[in-house]
C-alpha cells in the first residue's frame, strides 16, 4: 500500500507541478508555411526505375521512377513519369497504394518543378487521419532525385508570464512528426507584432529543445505532441541572452573587436557614419564575386562617411590575410572565423551576407548585393534623420555639472566640471563630451573623452566653456552631449545622453572659481627635482640640510595641497567604508547568477511587499553582485521594492539603519526597512536574503 | 633596561593608537605610521599601504599620502618598526631565533612594495590587503567573531597568509619586517637621513659583536648603524658596554659638511 500511495502522491505532484507552473498550448494545424518569411531544411529521397509492389498505376507517357517518403513511421510511394525535362508527378497521398497525379508548376529560373501534396497520416487516435502537406521539388538537372519540405505547421498561442503569444512549430526534418525537439523548430511572437517572423536570423525562431529569453525570463519546451497539436513550455534552469531582432528598422547590434590590423573596432566608435557589414569569406565563391562591388562601395562613399567592414568566416588566418592581399581589399577587415563572435551576433547562417546600418546604428538593409547595396548605400546618404528606434532603458550614467549655475563674461573662458557617475553593473566605453551646437559657446577642446568607467564608479572631466565676443547677455541653456558605449559580452549599446547646462552671461568680470588641481606631471616634476637635488647635495657634500628643506618642504606642500583638495577627506572617507571584498572577507565578483528553482519559487510566495535598501560604495568591488541579486528577485515578484544608496554620500541614511559597525559603514548591506535586518557581504547571499525575505532572520 | 622599558611603552602607546577606537571616536584623518589596518573594528587610522593601494586604484596623485609617509619618514624612518608598529611588536614577541639577515632578501619588501602598486593599477584591487597577515588579525577574525566574514575561501588564504608568516617570525626573528613589509620598505627609504637615527662613537667600538648577537634584525649594528634594515629598537645600545652606540632624536649631524665614515674606524688619538 505505501508504494502504491506514493505512486499516486507522486503523479499527482507531477500533474500538479505541470499543470501549476508549465504553460501548454493548444495548435491546429495550418496547411502552409509559404504566408510565413522563412528559409527551409529539404530533404531529399532517391528515384529508383525498380517498381513498387501492390501499387496501383496510371498509364505513364515516359518511364517512371519510383521512391518512397516516410512519414509518421509510414511510407508514402510516389512516381515520377520523366519525358526529357519534363516530368509528372503521382504521389499515394492517402495511403492506399493508389497513385494520383499532382499538379506541379514549373519554376521558372532553372526548369524545375514544384508542387504540394497533401498527405493523410494516421491521427493519435489510430482510427482517422491527418493532413500534411510537404513541398515536392525536381530539377531535370538532378534528374534522379526528388527533394521535399514541410510545407505546414500548427499555430495557436500560449500564455507565458501572464502574457498571450502568437507561436507555431514546424516540423523541420519533415517527417510528419513534431515530437522530436532537437530537429523542429518553434516560433514565437515575442515582439508581439501579429507576424511569425521564420527566418533563419529571427529573433522569433528557436530550435525546439532550445531556450529562449522572454523579458529577462528563460523558457524551453519540455513536450509536444506527435500530432503536434499540444506543446508544454516551461521555465528553463539554463540561462541565454535574449535575441536582439534583426529586421530592418532595429537597431543593430554592437561589438567591439580587434580587427585585422590589430586596432580595436566598435561600432560605437563610428557614431555618425554609414556602416556596411559584409560577411565573406575566401571559400565562398558567390562572396568572391560580391568583393569589386563591396570594394568600389568603400573607395567611392570614404570621404562621404560611408565605413565598409569585411567580416570573414575563414577557417585559418592565413587563408583569410591570403585573400585579403590576393584580392587587394584596402577596407577594414576582421577575421570572424568559423561561427565566429560577431557571424553569431547576427546569427549569419549563409553568406555572403551584408547590413547596412545607417547614421543612427538602425539596420537600414540585409543581404543586399552588387548594385543593390551600392543603391541602398547611396540612398542612406540622402537620407539624414535621427534613428526611428530609440531604444528606451534605465539610466546607466549620472551627471552632476559643477558650478550648477556658470558665470561668464563676453569673449571669456570658465571651466567646468562634468562629475560622471556610473550607476549600473556594466562598465561604459569611450565616453566622449561634446557641447550640443549653441550660438555663442564653445568647448576648447571640443570633446573631452574618458576612456572607460568601472561599474558603480564616479569619473570627472574637466570641460572649458569659452563664450564668444557676441554672445548675448543674459541666462542661457546649453547642452553638453555625453556620448558613451555600454557593453554586455560583446553586445554593446551606443548611447546618447544630454547634459543641460545653465550658463549667465554677465557684462563684465563674469568669473566662476572652480578648485582645479594643477598638473600631476608639474607637481610631481617639482617634488622629484627638489628632493634629487637634495639627495643629489647630500651624497655629494655630506651635509643633510638642503635634503631637510627639500624634505620638509615635501611635507608641507604635501599636507597643504592634499587637503585643499580634500584628499584627507577622500582619505577618511576611503577607511571609514569597508567593502567586505578588500580586505578579504568576501571574493570579489561581478554580477550575480542567474537564481535558482528554489529562489523563484519562494519569492513567488511572498505575500506582503517587502522594501530593501542596498548600502554600496562606488568602489566597492563586491557591491555590483548584491545590487544585481536584488534587482533580479524584484524583476521575480511584485511584491519586492528596492533602492540603492551611496554610503559616501549618504552615510546618515546608513547610520539610520544600523550599516554602521563599529564607526565603520560596511557595504554591501541590504537592509530589509519593515523589519531593520541586515545582510553584510555576498556569502552565501541567496539563501541568507530568501531567509531575511521569509522574516527568519 | 630604561631604553627597553621607554621602547615597550612606546609600542604599547602604538597599540593604543592603533586601538583607539574603542573609545567610541570614529575613523580620523590620520595615516598610520606603521602596518594597521583600517579594517580592524577598533582602528581609528588610515592604513598606508590600503590607501596607497586605494589611491591608485582611483588614479589620485596622493599630495596628503606623500606628505604624511615623508613627515614619518624623516621623523624616524624605520624607527616606526622598531618604537611603534603593532605588528611589529607581534615580531618581537616571536623573536626567538636572531639570526643574520640575508642581505640580497632584505630588498624582496621592495619587490613585494612594487608588486602591491603594480597589483592594484593592474587588477584595480587591493590584492596585497588579501593577503596581508595583519588584516588577518585585526580584521578577518573580528569579522569572524562578530558575524560579518565567514569560512570562506579568502578567509582560508588570510589564515594561511598568517600561518605562515607567523611560522617565519617565530623561525627569524622580524621575519615580516626584514623581508615583506612593504611599509618598512617605503620608511627605509628614510633611515640613513631622519632625524631619530643610530650614532656610533667609532673611538669606543672594540668589535667585538656583541651588538651583533641581540640585532632583531640580524644586522651587525657596528659596522651597519645607518642601514635601510634597522628599525632602531636601540637592543644594540643596552648591550654595548662601552657605549660606542647610541640613539639620536636630533637631525643629523653633520648638516653642512662631510657626513661620518661608515663603519668602526681605528681610534686616531691612540
Not at chain 1, 188 to 204: C, G, V
Not at chain 1, 206 to 215: C, E, G, H, S, V
Not at chain 1, 233 to 262: M, Q, Y
Not at chain 2, 157 to 177: D, E, P
Request: hydrophobic share 45%.
Amino acid at each position: 500500500m505505501m508504494w502504491r500511495s506514493a505512486l499516486v502522491s507522486s503523479v499527482l505532484i507531477l500533474v500538479f507541478s505541470v499543470v501549476v507552473i508549465a504553460s501548454t498550448g493548444n495548435l491546429e494545424y495550418v496547411g502552409s508555411i509559404l504566408d510565413l518569411t522563412t528559409s527551409y531544411y529539404s530533404q531529399v529521397v532517391w528515384l529508383s526505375y525498380d517498381p513498387i509492389p501492390g501499387l496501383t498505376e496510371p498509364t505513364y507517357s515516359g518511364t517512371p521512377a519510383y521512391a518512397s517518403v516516410t512519414l509518421a513511421e509510414r511510407s508514402f510511394a510516389l512516381a515520377l513519369d520523366r519525358d526529357g525535362d519534363s516530368g509528372k508527378l503521382y504521389v499515394d497521398a492517402d495511403g492506399s497504394k493508389a497513385l494520383a497525379r499532382v499538379d506541379w508548376i514549373q519554376q521558372l529560373w532553372d526548369g524545375s518543378y514544384m508542387g504540394s501534396v497533401s498527405f493523410q497520416l494516421p491521427a493519435s487516435d489510430g482510427n482517422s487521419t491527418r493532413a500534411y502537406r510537404l513541398a515536392l521539388v525536381w530539377t531535370p538537372a538532378t534528374p534522379m532525385v526528388i527533394t521535399y519540405f514541410r510545407d505546414n505547421r500548427q499555430e495557436g498561442q500560449i500564455e507565458l508570464g501572464g502574457v498571450t503569444y502568437r507561436i507555431a512549430i514546424i516540423d523541420e526534418n519533415s517527417d510528419g512528426m513534431f515530437d522530436d525537439l532537437d530537429h523542429d523548430l518553434l516560433l514565437i511572437d515575442i515582439d508581439q507584432d501579429s507576424e511569425l517572423l521564420a527566418s533563419s536570423d529571427s529573433h522569433e525562431r528557436y530550435w525546439l529543445d532550445a531556450p529562449f529569453n522572454i523579458d529577462g525570463t528563460v523558457y524551453s519546451a519540455t513536450s509536444v505532441s506527435r500530432n503536434g497539436s499540444r506543446i508544454v513550455i516551461d521555465k528553463s534552469d539554463r540561462w541565454v541572452e535574449t535575441n536582439a531582432p534583426l529586421t530592418v528598422g532595429s537597431p543593430a547590434p554592437h561589438f567591439s573587436v580587434v580587427d585585422a590590423d590589430g586596432e580595436r573596432l566598435s561600432l560605437s566608435s563610428l557614431q555618425g557614419k554609414i556602416i556596411v557589414l559584409d560577411f565573406w569569406a575566401s571559400w565562398c565563391a558567390p562572396c568572391l564575386y560580391e568583393l569589386p562591388y563591396v570594394e568600389a562601395i568603400a573607395n567611392d562613399y570614404a570621404d562621404r562617411g560611408v565605413v565598409v567592414i569585411g567580416i570573414d568566416s575563414d577557417r585559418s588566418e592565413g587563408a583569410f590575410r591570403s585573400a585579403v592581399s590576393y584580392f587587394g581589399l584596402t577596407y577594414r577587415q576582421v577575421f570572424d572565423g568559423v561561427d565566429g563572435k560577431i557571424s553569431s551576433l547576427y546569427r549569419v547562417s549563409g553568406i555572403p551576407m551584408t547590413y547596412l546600418i545607417d547614421r543612427d546604428g538602425i539596420i537600414r538593409g540585409k543581404g543586399l548585393r552588387g548594385d543593390d547595396l551600392k543603391q541602398a548605400v547611396a540612398s542612406s546618404l540622402a537620407s539624414v534623420g535621427a534613428a526611428d528606434a530609440a531604444m528606451s532603458q534605465e539610466a546607466i550614467l549620472s551627471f552632476t555639472v559643477s558650478p550648477a549655475e556658470i558665470a561668464l563674461s563676453p569673449a571669456s573662458t570658465t571651466l567646468l566640471q562634468l562629475s560622471i557617475d556610473n550607476v549600473s553593473i556594466h562598465p561604459a566605453d569611450d565616453i566622449a563630451v561634446t557641447l550640443v551646437e549653441a550660438e555663442g559657446f564653445s568647448l576648447d577642446p571640443a570633446e573631452a573623452d574618458l576612456e572607460v568607467l568601472q561599474p558603480f564608479s564616479k569619473g570627472m572631466l574637466e570641460l572649458r566653456l569659452t563664450s564668444s565676443p557676441d554672445v548675448p547677455i543674459g541666462t542661457d541653456e546649453i547642452a553638453l552631449q555625453v556620448i558613451y558605449t555600454y557593453c554586455i559580452d560583446i553586445s554593446c549599446l551606443q548611447i546618447v545622453d544630454e547634459v543641460p547646462v545653465t550658463v549667465v552671461v554677465g557684462r563684465s568680470g563674469g568669473t566662476t572659481t572652480t578648485k582645479r588641481e594643477l598638473p600631476a606631471w608639474l607637481v610631481m616634476s617639482i617634488v622629484g627635482g627638489l628632493v634629487g637635488v637634495g639627495v643629489a647635495l647630500w651624497r655629494l657634500t655630506g651635509a643633510h640640510l638642503p635634503l631637510y628643506i627639500a624634505l620638509c618642504t615635501v611635507i608641507v606642500a604635501g599636507f597643504v595641497y592634499g587637503v585643499i583638495l580634500g584628499q584627507h577627506e577622500q582619505a577618511q572617507g576611503i577607511a571609514a567604508v569597508l567593502c567586505t571584498s578588500c580586505v578579504g572577507i568576501d571574493e570579489v565578483r561581478g554580477e550575480a547568477p542567474p537564481l535558482s528553482d528554489s529562489a523563484i519559487s519562494a519569492l513567488a510566495g511572498l505575500e506582503k511587499s517587502i522594501d530593501l535598501i542596498v548600502f554600496y560604495a562606488p568602489w566597492c568591488r563586491t557591491c555590483p553582485y548584491a545590487e544585481s541579486m536584488v534587482r533580479e528577485m524584484a524583476e521575480r515578484t511584485d511584491l519586492l521594492s528596492y533602492s540603492f544608496v551611496n554610503v559616501d554620500t549618504n552615510r546618515e541614511l546608513a547610520e539610520s539603519n544600523g550599516v554602521i559597525r563599529s564607526k565603520r559603514t560596511i557595504v554591501p548591506a541590504i537592509v530589509r526597512v519593515d523589519t531593520g535586518d541586515i545582510i553584510f557581504g555576498i556569502e552565501d547571499l541567496e539563501a541568507r536574503l530568501l531567509k531575511v525575505l521569509a522574516g527568519e532572520s | 633596561m630604561r631604553l627597553s622599558l621607554i621602547r615597550r611603552t612606546s609600542q604599547g602607546f602604538g597599540l593604543f593608537l592603533a586601538l583607539f577606537g574603542f573609545t567610541g571616536i570614529g575613523m580620523t584623518h590620520i595615516i598610520f605610521p606603521g602596518l594597521h589596518c583600517y579594517a580592524c573594528p577598533l582602528s581609528v587610522t588610515i592604513c598606508p599601504i590600503g590607501l596607497m593601494q586605494n589611491l591608485v586604484i582611483l588614479g589620485t596623485v596622493p599630495y596628503f599620502w606623500i606628505g604624511a609617509i615623508v613627515a614619518y619618514g624623516l621623523a624616524a624612518g624605520r624607527g616606526f618598526c622598531g618604537w611603534f608598529c603593532p605588528f611589529g611588536m607581534l615580531n618581537d614577541l616571536l623573536s626567538f631565533n636572531k639570526t643574520r639577515i640575508i642581505r640580497s632578501l632584505s630588498y624582496s619588501k621592495y619587490a613585494v612594495l612594487v608588486g602591491t602598486l603594480v597589483s592594484a593599477w593592474a587588477f584595480a584591487d587591493t590584492i596585497f590587503c588579501k593577503l596581508c597577515p595583519a588584516a588577518s588579525i585585526e580584521a578577518s577574525i573580528p569579522y569572524f567573531f562578530m558575524g560579518i566574514a565567514r569560512v570562506n575561501r579568502p578567509f582560508i588564504i588570510h589564515m594561511i597568509s598568517l600561518g605562515v608568516v607567523l611560522a617565519g617570525m617565530a623561525l627569524i626573528a622580524r621575519f615580516w619586517c626584514r623581508y615583506l613589509c612593504p611599509m618598512g620598505g617605503i620608511l627605509s627609504l628614510f633611515n640613513r637621513v631622519s632625524f631619530l637615527h643610530l650614532k656610533l662613537d667609532s673611538s669606543r667600538c672594540s668589535s667585538c659583536d656583541a651588538c651583533t648577537a641581540v640585532c632583531p634584525m640580524g644586522l651587525k649594528p657596528h659596522e651597519e648603524y645607518d642601514s635601510h634594515n634597522c628599525i632602531k629598537c636601540g637592543k644594540c645600545i643596552t648591550t654595548c658596554s662601552l657605549g660606542a652606540l647610541s640613539l639620536s632624536l636630533l637631525p643629523q649631524l653633520p648638516l653642512l659638511r662631510r657626513h661620518q665614515r661608515k663603519g668602526c674606524v681605528p681610534d686616531e688619538s691612540g
